[in-house]
């Protein structure tokens, strides 16, 4: 099974000067999910490349053995570091799509045109 997982690539929360981006818990939890599963995953981003991780989710308050293991996972930071433009990819590649949560969707994959054609067309293909 492939697995596309598209991450933000916006890191301004709002008007407000502060910093945000993919919440990291909801890409490490169903990333070590799926790999488990047996999942071949693919990284995906508006830019391509590393996306913004919201600081946040990276409080201590916030970590978790998952978030642990993916920060020290090299296989995992470097699929991350090098995540492919969202533009390149097709759904007919992938089985299944997802989206990790954060405050950086709201801003670029919620209007993205190549998020919106992706989930259309994955949804079209059933």
């Not at 293991?69 to 997802?98: G, I, K, M, Y």
Request: aromatic fraction near 8%.
């Amino acid at each position: 099974m492939n697995i596309l997982i598209v991450l933000t690539s916006h890191d301004t929360l709002g008007d407000t000067g502060r910093k945000t981006g993919f919440w990291l818990e909801e890409l490490a939890a169903p990333y070590y999910a799926f790999k488990q599963a047996g999942a071949q995953l693919t990284l995906a981003s508006p830019k391509g490349g590393q996306p913004p991780l919201d600081p946040k989710s990276n409080e201590a308050a916030f970590q978790t053995d998952d978030t642990r293991r993916f920060e020290n996972d090299a296989e995992a930071t470097l699929a991350l570091a090098n995540t492919v433009p969202l533009h390149s990819v097709s759904h007919q590649a992938f089985d299944a799509v997802f989206y990790p949560g954060g405050h950086g969707p709201l801003w670029d994959l919620a209007e993205s045109q190549d998020s919106i054609d992706l989930i259309e067309t994955t949804l079209a293909a059933g």
